[in-house]
């Protein structure tokens, strides 16, 4: 899955669009460098998580969103538990029901 991040953003310029889609099983694990207020970083569980670990927020937002280009669109459709922000974004959408 790592690779696939990767090559998801190799080559992409302005104007592109991208998707990026993950639905299987989340999680959290103690944040190690002190970014969480809540002290834990958000986690996917990919298939070979067991033998290659989780792939933790930090890592998601190095590889496939601080990279891109201006003008360069990620979409993100993110089906697990604790996904709200699993791309470590600087801002958060709170919705009033």
Do not use: K
Not at 28 to 50: I, K, M, S
Not at 64 to 86: E, F, K, M, N, Q
Request: glycine content about 10%; overall charge negative.
């Amino acid at each position: 899955m790592r690779n696939a991040l990767y090559w998801l953003i190799n080559g992409c310029q302005s104007g592109d669009s991208l998707l990026f889609h993950f639905s299987g099983h989340g999680s959290r694990q103690r944040n190690r460098n002190g970014d969480e207020l809540d002290g834990y970083d958000e986690t996917l569980c990919p298939l070979d998580f067991e033998t290659d670990g989780m792939i933790i927020d930090d890592e998601i937002n190095a590889t496939i969103v601080r990279p891109l280009p201006y003008g360069v669109r990620l979409h993100a459709i993110i089906d697990s538990c604790h996904s709200g922000t699993v791309l470590d974004l600087p801002f958060l959408c709170r919705m009033n029901t």
